[in-house]
Nanobody, 124 residues
């Protein structure tokens, strides 16, 4: 069982930066691929980024490439999402998720554990 707790959301202006953190419980964090997903009001949940167990391979949805960076610190059981050049369309609840596999994917149905989410609001 893995428990995930996100933090770092907030209200910012367009062009600003935020860093989201997701702290995971458990002693085998490195065995889990991690992903960040988001859901805006009235829209379906969408993938943002994913990272494999070692942190050596990352994946991004096209809309955030070059602006967002996913990383992880396995010693701290934490995954991060650095978000730069934020846009109003990035406004959503952001969720981190853990997949019971070392290999990452952007398919949300492959993830087994989910955090409660953190709100990110970007004003224009």
């Amino acid at each position: 069982q893995v428990q995930l707790v996100e933090s770092g959301g907030g209200l910012v202006q367009a062009g600003s930066s935020l860093r989201l953190s997701c702290a995971a419980s458990g002693r085998t964090f490195r065995n889990y691929a991690m992903g960040w997903f988001r859901q805006a009001p009235g829209k379906e949940r969408e993938a943002v980024a994913a990272i494999n167990g070692s942190g050596g391979r990352t994946y991004y949805v096209d809309s955030v490439k070059g602006r967002f960076t996913i990383s992880r610190d396995n010693a701290k059981n934490t995954v991060y999402l650095q978000m730069n050049s934020l846009k109003p369309e990035d406004t959503a609840v952001y969720y981190c998720a853990a997949r019971s596999s070392w290999y990452a994917t952007l398919d949300s149905y492959e993830y087994n554990y989910w955090g409660q989410g953190t709100q990110v609001t970007v004003s224009s």
